[in-house]
């Protein structure tokens, strides 16, 4: 049995995370990033990580693009969190989407945020073909997020 796909931040990338989620904080929005907050599966306590959400034919989404890491771990288990961005907080809930229902959703996610995510796809961007995306699709977790409650 193979490991999940998951691609961790090196140093750079946490440090960067870390700009983008004090930002996103504190009330400045880069292209529309936002900082999620999830309870940890383990510890209990509030993780926090910069998102981007996606918006998909009217819907909202998450979008893993580093595979299943700790905060796809934790959703699974919290079934939802918080996205903030200065003082306004939406709590959400969130529920996987199969990977025989991702294509549309990760084709966008691509087309709008590829020049960021493309090198943890493994060579899959907005070009390739629907077999392509959908032999990626189990690497890539995918919530949709409901904030009406």
């Known amino acids: 049995m193979t490991q999940p796909y998951y691609l961790k931040a090196g140093r750079a990338a946490g440090w960067l995370n870390n700009i983008v989620g004090r930002l996103a904080r504190h009330g400045v929005s880069m292209l529309g990033t936002a900082e999620m907050s999830v309870r940890g599966r383990k510890s209990g306590q509030m993780q926090r990580i910069p998102v981007n959400p996606h918006t998909h034919e009217g819907s909202?989404?998450?979008?893993?693009?580093?595979g299943h890491s700790q905060?796809?771990?934790?959703m699974r288990v919290a079934g939802g969190g918080e996205l903030r961005v200065g003082r306004k907080v939406r709590r959400f809930t969130a529920t996987e989407v199969p990977d025989d229902e991702k294509l549309a959703i990760l084709r966008t996610y691509l087309k709008r945020w590829g020049w960021e995510v493309n090198q943890y796809f493994q060579g899959v961007t907005v070009k390739s073909s629907d077999a392509e995306i959908i032999a990626a699709a189990p690497d890539h977790p995918v919530f949709l997020i409901r904030t009406d409650f």
């Open 71 to 74: 905060w796809v771990r934790n």
């Open 60 to 66: 909202q989404y998450l979008v893993s693009a580093r």
